[in-house]
């Protein structure tokens, strides 16, 4: 972790699975789960190898950003109109109070912090940041709606984001989720909320 603390602690649902950020082990998870799906061919294929390279790409892209933990979650639900795709995503990332030019952070230099933090240029906040209490002390909630790049009043993904100190404020955390399903928002953020309350940062 770039913050000064030894581990973390998250309990997700048994419907959510880690991605391995480890290059090695991600490629040879990746190719397996290939092999098991479309079979050998497919992983000799030219587009099973374009797709690793794109993957490993982002995985690089992933580990230049700071983040410590990534997980997914993908489900078909079924309903009156049809087939409904569920999907989402969860990352972690940590960063060390010296980054801010300081020694220790206050949850008021976060609350600051996030006020103050440039947007992505094709995000909007859906909601104001607001304090919330997960159980493990106050954390900074915000969510945004990401804007489709091809469609201008279109909105491709909503995201949730949670900062809060580490530890006696050694360093800032940001627990973060992504989904395409912009309609299902509400239970999507009681669903984040939820997996939200169960991270801990553990000292040794």
């Known amino acids: ?5 030894d581990s973390f602690v998250i309990s997700l649902p048994s419907s959510w699975g880690e ?13 397996e789960r290939a092999r098991a799906d479309r079979g050998d061919t497919f992983v000799a294929s030219l ?3 374009r797709q690793l390279l794109l993957l490993r790409r982002i995985l ?6 700071g ?6 979650f993908g489900d078909v639900a079924e309903g009156d109109d049809g087939e409904t795709v569920m999907t989402s995503a969860a990352y972690l990332v940590t960063s060390a109070a010296e980054r801010f030019g300081t020694e220790t952070l206050s949850f008021a230099d976060v609350r600051v912090a996030v006020n103050d933090m440039e947007l992505p240029a094709n995000a909007e906040r859906a909601q104001d940041p607001i304090v919330i209490d997960l159980g493990q002390g106050p954390v900074v909630r915000e969510s945004l709606l990401y804007r489709d790049r091809g469609e201008d009043d279109a ?12 530890g006696d404020g050694e360093g800032l955390a940001v627990l ?3 989904t395409p399903n912009v309609a299902l928002v509400d239970e999507f953020t009681d669903l984040f909320d939820s997996i939200a309350t169960t991270l801990e940062f553990v000292r040794a």
């Open 67 to 72: 983040v410590v933990f990534l997980a997914g």
């Open 47 to 49: 587009e099973f190898r």
């Open 60 to 65: 690089e892209q992933t580990q230049l950003a």
């Open 176 to 178: 973060g989720f992504i």
């Open 1 to 5: 972790m770039n913050a000064p603390m």
């Open 19 to 31: 991605i391995d950020l480890d290059p090695a082990r991600f490629v040879t998870g990746v190719t």
């Open 155 to 166: 909105y491709a993904a909503v995201g949730v984001r949670y900062f809060s100190t580490i």
